[in-house]
Every structure is written in C-alpha cells, then in structure tokens.
C-alpha cells in the first residue's frame, strides 16, 4: 500500500510535469478572453459534475471573495450550487439540462462559459456549451482524454484546456493547477504585476 501511494504521487507529478509543458500556451489565451471580458462588464459562470463541480465552485470563490491578494470582488457564478434549482430541473425535465437551463436566465452576450470536464462527455456540460454558444458567450473548456464531446464544440474564439492523461483523478489534479494559474493571470493583468 506504502507503494502505491507513493505511485499516486509520482504519477501527479509526472502529469503536472507533461501539463507544464503542453498547456501554458492555451491558459494564458483563456486568461486573456476572461479579463477582456471583466473588462467589458461580463462574468464567468462555471459548472461541472463531482469533482469538477467542487472545481467550478473553487473558482467562483477566488474570483467573489480573493485568491493570493487584496482586491475588489469579481463577478462568477457557479451552477452547481443552488439545490433548489438543481433538484426541480432535474425532477421536472432532465439532469441534462440543470446547467443550460439556469444559463439560459443567466448567461448574457460576452460572458464566459467555464466548462469543467474530465472526458468531456458529460451531456449536461454539452449542453451548457450549446447553450452558451447560442447566446454569444465564450467558452473556456477544462477537459481530459480525448477531449470527447466537448472538444468539438470549441468555436474559433473558444479554448480548450487538456489535460495529457487518461485518468480522472490526476485530470482533475491538474485542473485545480489550472484554475489557479487562470486566477493569477486575472488578478495579475486587473491589479498589476506581483512577485
Ligand atoms: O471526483 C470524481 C472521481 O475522481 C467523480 O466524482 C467524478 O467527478 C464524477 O464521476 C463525474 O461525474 C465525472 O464527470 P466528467 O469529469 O467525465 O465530466
Ligand atoms: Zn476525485
């Protein structure tokens, strides 16, 4: 067991390491859509299911409360948060619709879709994207494997972030990573440079 804890480790690692080396490039492009469009007035609204609904939820919280920094609060709404909401879409019509329908009241011209995937199949965060793209939003994809789906629902101004691994949990380690480096470029580019 020692052993195979310390494989869970090496493997973290080494897929953080594999990341580091294929993603900047493309998170510095979604940091870049997300301050152009805070500044423009808009907001990020997030969803996900299981762990990545605890990842759009982390998100949501450093960009409305604070990430490393003092600094005003920056407008994010995660979509996996309110039960009422989610229990009666999911009763009345489909799980599959619990985030396109909210998004549809919510999402606005210029906002951002942060889509958390670690396949990039799941049907209720192919819709939110859908939805999105119908109402001129952008959409930053956190996926993994093959992408699934989602990857081919990216439009031109759209970004796809993939993580290189087929396992679920280590894409969503890398997810977390990612997140944050999405926040520091946020709060980097809005409040200025930080050592
Ligand atoms: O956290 C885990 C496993 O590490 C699970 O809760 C996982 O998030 C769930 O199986 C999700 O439903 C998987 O969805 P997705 O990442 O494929 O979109
Ligand atoms: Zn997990």
Same mark, same amino acid.
């Given at each position: ?14 897929? =953080?390491?594999?990341? *580091?080396?294929?993603? /900047?490039?493309? #998170?510095?492009? +979604?940091?870049?859509?997300?301050? @152009? &469009? ?62 396109? =329908?909210?998004?549809? *009241?919510?999402?606005? /011209?210029?906002? #951002?879709?942060? +889509?958390?995937?670690?396949?990039? @199949? &799941? ?73």
């Amino acid at each position: 067991m020692i052993e195979r804890i310390r494989d869970i480790f090496t493997e973290s690692i080494q897929t =953080k390491i594999a990341a *580091a080396d294929s993603l /900047p490039e493309s #998170i510095a492009k +979604a940091g870049q859509i997300m301050v @152009n &469009s805070l500044l423009a007035g808009n907001k990020v609204l997030s969803c996900g299911n299981g762990g990545s609904a605890g990842d759009a939820q982390h998100f949501s919280s450093e960009m409305l409360n604070r990430f490393e920094r003092e600094r005003p609060s920056l407008p994010a709404i995660a979509l996996t948060t309110d039960t009422g909401t989610l229990t009666s879409i999911s009763n009345d019509y489909s799980y599959n619709d619990v985030f396109s =329908k909210q998004l549809r *009241a919510l999402g606005q /011209p210029g906002d #951002i879709l942060l +889509a958390i995937s670690t396949s990039g @199949n &799941s049907r209720n965060v192919i819709n939110a994207m859908e939805t999105a793209l119908s109402k001129d939003m952008l959409i930053v994809a956190l996926t993994g494997k093959d992408g699934g789906e989602m990857a081919g629902l990216m439009g031109q101004n759209d970004v796809e972030i993939r993580v290189p691994s087929n396992s679920t949990a280590r894409i969503q380690e890398v997810h977390l990573v990612v997140i944050h480096a999405l926040c520091d470029y946020i709060d980097n580019s809005l409040f200025g440079t930080e050592a």
